[in-house]
Each structure stands twice: as C-alpha cells, then as structure tokens.
T-cell receptor
C-alpha cells in the first residue's frame, strides 16, 4: 500500500521559532506533494505544494524542501506564530485511481502548538 | 460564499439507524470525494466520484453509499449505523488536472450511540 510517513506526531514551538515537519514516501510515481493545514473544527485547507523537479518552494513564512533522491520532503514554518497552531498534513498525489482523480495519500498529521 | 458545504454539521444517532450527509460545491469542480477522519485525525479516502464514475476504497463497508444527483452534489448515505462509524466526515472537491488541490467542506461530526 502506498504510504506517506510523517513525523513528528506533535510539535511544540516557541513563538518566533522554526517549526519543522518531515515526511517520507515510497512510491516514485507520486508527482505532487501538497501540505494541508487544519484548524480545530474546520476542514483541511491546501497550504503549499511542490513538484519533485523543484528542490524548494517558499510562500511567505512557509517553505517546502524536497529531496528527491531520499524521497523526503519537509515543511518549515519560519517565525512561528500562535495562529499557526493547527494540525498539518503532508500528502502525495499522482497515483491514478480512476474517476478522474489522482488519489491523495495523506500522512497521519502533526499537531503543532506555538506557545507565546 | 461557501465553496464546499456540508449538512448537517453535527449528527447524533443510535446504532442501527440510517442517515445521510449532504455535500454541495459551487466551485465548478468535476471530481468530489468523501473522507473519514477518525479520533486520531487520520484522513482516509472513502470515495472518489467524477462524471458518474465511482471509485470505492475497498475497505469501506457496503453500508456506505455515495449518491450524486448532479455534478455539484455528492451525498453520503449510511445504513445500519455502528459505533465504529463515529467520526468526522469530510466532503471535498477538485478539478481534473489539479488533483492535489482539494477543497474540503467543514465536516460533519457523526456520533453513534
């Protein structure tokens, strides 16, 4: 079964610090690696995504680093703020599953708490 | 303007009952999904639906059935509810060509007693 392994399960960071969440995958057919952010009581929302031909993508304080040879990618949140406290999911897309959809395989999530 | 909406937000029911959750998207997307999120926050795909083609995750019990009256709606029917069905159910949608960009609804918290 295709898997995306995510760590850590939970993370506590001081305000202003850097939050780092790591993911690893096995299937080299994956061709898109999005990160989703979920606040309590809400649905997940796309945060940032990267293709494997790019080693880094930055949007504001959020950066994805991608290591194709190691089959790993990570999310860095710079200058972490209490408002960033949420559950973060990495995912991988690219395995066609029919019905016009390329199934998203999610990691198990990381609960980030940013303390003032 | 809500992109993906679900009703109801909360659903409390007894074992053995049959219930439905409705989902609507106004994004013009051609693919819709149902996910189940358990108490540990793990997101599990249940169904993908596009142009009347349905893909079912093989682990989903046949008590669960999606029904799509049109391209903007994908409802979830659950028969003979069990305690283990308690979870948050999310509807999502995406457009062909951008499958990694899924838009999720606010979720329906189902509690089976």
């Amino acid at each position: 079964q295709q898997q995306v392994k995510q760590s850590p399960q939970s993370l506590i960071v001081q305000k202003g610090g850097i939050s780092i969440i790591n993911c690893a995958y096995e299937n080299t057919a994956f061709d898109y690696f999005p990160w989703y952010q979920q606040f309590p009581g809400k649905g997940p929302a796309l945060l940032i995504a990267i293709r494997p031909d790019v080693s880094e993508k930055k949007e504001g304080r959020f950066t994805i680093s991608f290591n194709k040879s190691a089959k790993q990618f990570s999310l860095h949140i710079m200058d972490s703020q209490p408002g960033d406290s949420a559950t973060y999911f990495c995912a991988a897309s690219g395995a066609y599953s029919g019905a016009g959809s390329y199934q998203l395989t999610f990691g198990k999530g990381t609960k980030l708490s940013v303390i003032p | 303007d809500t992109a993906v909406s679900q009703t109801p937000k909360y659903l409390v029911t007894q074992m053995g009952n049959d219930k439905s959750i409705k989902c609507e998207q106004n994004l013009g997307h051609d693919t819709m999904y149902w996910y189940k999120q358990d108490s540990k926050k793990f997101l599990k795909i249940m169904f993908s639906y596009n142009n009347k083609e349905l893909i079912i995750n093989e682990t989903v019990p046949n008590r669960f059935s999606p029904k799509s009256p049109d391209k903007a709606h994908l409802n979830l029917h659950i028969n003979s509810l069990e305690l283990g069905d308690s979870a948050v159910y999310f509807c999502a949608s995406s457009q062909s060509g951008r499958p990694y960009e899924q838009y999720f609804g606010p979720g329906t918290r189902l509690t089976v007693t």
